[in-house]
C-alpha cells in the first residue's frame, strides 16, 4: 500500500499511531493535536479502522494477547507504517495470556514478532469506572493516562508495585489507579530521574498536556457518558464469532477421554478446542477461569468430564466455590457434562442432563453434540 503525501512527510519522525476508538475520536484527536504541538520526538497519528479489524476488536469476547498484537501490527502496516512506527489499539474483547487475563493492558517488546504494539481493553476500563461514584468523570483521563503509560514504558521505563500517584504505578491494583487520576498524570520523584537519565522529556510534555486537561473535566462530561454506557458492542456478535463450538474442560488424569471425543469430533468437522490440538499449556490451575470466562466467550458449549479428579480439581479451594457455583447455575444451558464416575459434583445441578462415557460409544456422544450444535444455530 502506497503512503498517502500527508503520511509521507511523518516517515523520517518516531510516529505512534493511534486507534481514533469511536467513542472518542474526536477527543482524542484534540489531545493527539496537542501532543505533537508540545514536543517533537514523537509524532501522534490517529488511525480509523477498516469495518474487518473493527469486527475483529470492538466486539465483545475474549481475544488472545498475541493476537491483537498482530492485529496492531497488520493495522500499522495497512495505514502504511513500518513495524518500527509503535502504534495503540483498543478492544472490547477482554484480553488473556496463557492461563491469566490482562486486567486491561499488554505491550509487545521490540524483539516480538509483532513489535511496539500496545493493546488497551475499554471491557475492563468501563467495568471498573462503572463501579465508583467518580468514576464517571475520569474514565476519559484514565483512557489517557493508560496511553501515557505505554509509552513510558514503550520508552524503557518500569512500571512499579508501589503506588505513588504516577504515571508508572502499577495499574491492575484499584486504588493505584484512583490515586493516580486524582493526582493527575505525573512522575514520581524517581521516575523523574529516571526519565533524564533516558532523555525522554518529551513524556514530561506529553503528561502535562494530559494534566492540564483535568481542569477541562467537566467538558469531558458527554464522552464519559458515551464511554460508560457503551455496554453493547459496536457490532453484533452472532455465533459464527465464536472461535470454537465446543470447549473440553477435563482433569489431566482423564485427558485420555477427552483426546478420545476431541479426535472424533473434529473427525466430524465440528470445531473444538482441545488443548493437545491447541499445542498450548492452557491446562494450568485455574481452571475456573476457564468455566466462567473464557470458555463461554469462545465456544458455543463447554463439554465436562466430570470424574473424582476433576471435583478434586475444582473444590480444593475454599474460595472459589461460591464463585463456581454461580458459574456452574449461569451456564445451565452451556454446560453438557459427561460422567466418567459417580461422583457428585456441587454446582453441577441434577437437573442438568449429561451422558454417560461408559454406557455410550464416543461416535453416539459426538452425535449428541451435533444435534444440540444444530438446535443452537
Ligand atoms: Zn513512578
Known amino acids: 500500500m502506497r503512503p498517502s ?14 486507534h481514533l476508538h469511536p467513542d472518542f475520536s474526536e477527543e482524542l484527536e484534540r489531545v493527539i493535536l496537542n ?19 473493527e469486527k475483529s476488536l470492538l466486539t465483545k469476547g475474549a481475544i488472545e494477547l498475541t493476537k491483537a498484537f498482530q492485529l ?18 483498543f478492544t472490547e474483547k477482554r484480553i488473556f495470556e496463557g492461563n491469566y487475563y490482562q486486567l486491561y493492558y499488554g505491550g509487545s517488546e521490540e524483539t516480538d514478532p509483532y513489535p511496539i ?32 503509560n505505554a509509552q513510558a514504558q514503550g520508552a524503557g ?41 533516558l532523555h525522554k522529556e518529551y513524556l514530561f510534555e506529553l503528561a502535562e498536556v494530559v494534566e492540564k486537561r483535568r481542569y477541562k473535566i467537566d467538558n469531558d462530561k458527554e464522552v464519559n457518558t458515551r464511554i460508560l454506557s457503551s455496554e453493547k458492542p459496536r457490532l453484533e456478535e452472532n455465533a459464527s464469532e465464536f472461535d470454537y463450538d465446543v470447549a473440553l474442560s477435563f482433569a489431566g488424569e482423564d485427558r485420555r477421554y477427552a483426546e478420545e471425543l476431541a479426535k472424533e469430533l473434529k473427525h466430524q468437522n465440528i470445531k473444538v478446542f482441545y488443548d ?22 469462545r465456544a458455543k458449549f463447554c463439554i465436562m468430564f466430570l470424574s473424582n479428579h476433576y471435583a478434586k480439581k475444582l473444590w480444593t479451594n475454599h474460595e472459589r466455590q461460591a464463585a463456581q457455583n454461580r458459574a456452574f447455575k449461569e451456564s445451565r444451558e452451556y454446560i453438557l457434562p459427561i460422567r466418567l464416575d459417580d461422583t457428585i459434583i456441587p454446582g453441577i445441578l441434577d437437573t442438568v442432563g449429561y451422558l454417560n462415557w461408559h454406557e455410550e460409544r464416543v461416535t453416539d456422544i459426538a452425535e449428541c453434540i451435533r444435534q444440540k450444535l444444530l438446535i443452537r444455530r
Open 35 to 53: 501532543w505533537n504541538s508540545v514536543q517533537t520526538e514523537k509524532r501522534f497519528i490517529g488511525v480509523h479502522l477498516k469495518r474487518d479489524f
Open 157 to 197: 521505563l518500569l512500571t512499579h508495585d508501589d503506588t505513588r500517584g504516577c504515571i508508572l504505578d502499577f495499574c491492575n491494583y484499584m486504588p493505584d489507579i484512583l490515586v493516580g487520576l486524582e493526582n493527575g498524570p505525573k512522575f514520581c520523584p524517581k521516575d523523574i530521574l529516571n526519565v533524564k537519565k
Open 5 to 18: 503525501n500527508q503520511l509521507e512527510k511523518y516517515r523520517h519522525m518516531d510516529n505512534v499511531l493511534l
Open 72 to 89: 496492531g501490527a497488520q493495522i500499522r502496516t495497512e495505514s502504511g507504517f513500518s513495524p518500527d512506527n509503535g502504534i495503540l489499539i
Open 276 to 297: 493437545g490440538f491447541e499445542k498450548a499449556n492452557l491446562w494450568g490451575q485455574d481452571l475456573l477461569v476457564y468455566l466462567s470466562d473464557l470458555y463461554r466467550l
Open 117 to 148: 504494539v500496545d493493546v488497551v481493553s475499554l471491557d475492563f476500563i468501563r467495568n471498573l469506572f462503572n463501579q465508583l461514584k467518580k468514576g464517571k468523570d475520569y474514565v476519559f483521563q484514565a483512557i489517557l493516562s493508560n496511553i501515557l
